[in-house]
């Protein structure tokens, strides 16, 4: 097998694409639409098993430097009392919370030493429409190019898929934190975790129509939500401001047959999207990239896929299952046994 691969998308998983294909010898060409990683976001929860990934690529220890650990967790309900606690991983690691401004900061650092270095070739600001050219040029095209993925829909047909959520999230300055709590209420739910820099990250979910957007008044629409919450959710909505929330439709991908066709792979959202209630989206990309890399020194884009296909479509389907019940109205302390008995196993690596 040659050693030149394209990467279409300078995300997460490009990104970590392209080191963990450097470290292997492998020259690379990396083509990013956007102009230049993003300066502002919410925090990412960076899981044990994506730690281990960025070992092998010697950036674990900067991403534990960097992050939050996060040493406690909690599910709530709205009026504070505990559904059930969060413990560590099974691996005893912890789970670390970090910005994704300050993720791909670290990310694209470690690539343009490869660029540096003539072994890399990071593209800005140049889209790729398709991916027949690339795929006669190069000896791998890895897609990374997200849940709107066009190499997806060129390969396979398939589009995301809306998932009947509306999800809400932002950052609130001076307000450290130390906890992971979410908060459950009736078809909703509301989440604080730490972010560096003394800042706290929220997110927020709930049932909506495709497009149902307030724009202007995304701080009124989650005070009708959740303004009647007692603690740490009213207070926090009492200071954030309009211009500080995110608000986008969640949308998934549906069940691949294969991640790989001819000399594509895909990762990362463009593979498999899932719902952000296991936090793992992220994370799963980087773990691809590095498995990926693996794969292509031993088995090729065949092991690649018999790998990683069956975990992440298993968290896919484990995200799609935790969405559904965040959404329900009725039966809620059904699902708070449901959840309290989930929980006792520990969460996943």
């Known amino acids: 097998m040659g050693r ?11 990104l970590t694409t392209a080191v963990a294909l450097h470290r292997m010898g492998w020259r690379v060409t990396v083509h990013e639409r956007q102009t230049t990683t993003p300066s502002t976001g919410t925090a990412l929860g960076i899981w044990p098993s994506a730690l281990r990934a960025l070992d092998t690529l010697g950036l674990g220890d900067e991403v534990r430097e960097r992050g939050c650990p996060q040493t406690s967790g909690a599910l709530r309900r709205p009026d504070g009392s505990i559904i059930a606690r969060i413990g560590t991983g099974k691996s005893g690691d912890r789970v670390h919370l970090l910005s994704r401004p300050a993720l791909l900061a670290i990310l694209r650092r470690a690539a343009e030493k490869a660029a540096a270095g003539k072994v890399a070739d990071l593209r800005f600001g140049e889209t790729i429409t398709e991916t027949r050219t690339l795929s006669e040029r190069y000896d791998v095209v890895v897609a990374a190019d997200g849940v709107f993925s066009r190499t997806r829909e060129e390969l396979f047909g398939v589009k995301a898929r809306f998932a009947g959520t509306a999800a809400w999230r932002g950052t609130l300055d001076d307000a450290p934190t130390s906890t992971f709590t979410e908060f459950w209420g009736a078809g909703v739910k509301f ?3 730490p972010q560096e820099g003394r800042r706290a990250n929220w997110f927020a979910s709930a049932a909506a129509g495709e ?3 307030h724009p202007g008044v995304e701080r009124d629409e989650l005070r009708k939500l959740f303004g009647n919450w007692p603690g740490p959710v009213h207070d926090l909505l009492e200071r954030i401001t309009e211009e500080g929330i995110l608000r986008h439709d969640i949308y998934v991908t549906p069940k691949l047959p294969s991640y790989v066709k001819g000399n594509v792979a895909l990762i990362g959202d463009a593979a498999h999207a899932m719902t952000p209630d296991l936090g793992r989206g992220a994370c799963e990309a980087m773990i691809d990239a590095v498995s990926l890399a693996a794969c292509l020194e031993s088995g090729g884009l065949t092991a690649y896929d018999k790998n990683r296909r069956r ?3 298993r968290l896919a389907r484990m ?3 935790a969405s559904w019940m965040t959404r329900q109205r009725h039966a809620v302390p059904l699902r708070d046994g449901v959840l309290k008995v989930t929980m006792l196993a ?3 690596d």
């Open 4 to 14: 030149n691969a394209a990467i279409i998308g300078g995300g997460i998983g490009g």
């Open 191 to 193: 989440g604080i975790t």
């Open 211 to 213: 497009g149902d957007f």
């Open 311 to 313: 975990t992440t479509q």
């Open 319 to 321: 995200a799609g299952a």
């Open 346 to 348: 520990g969460p996943p």
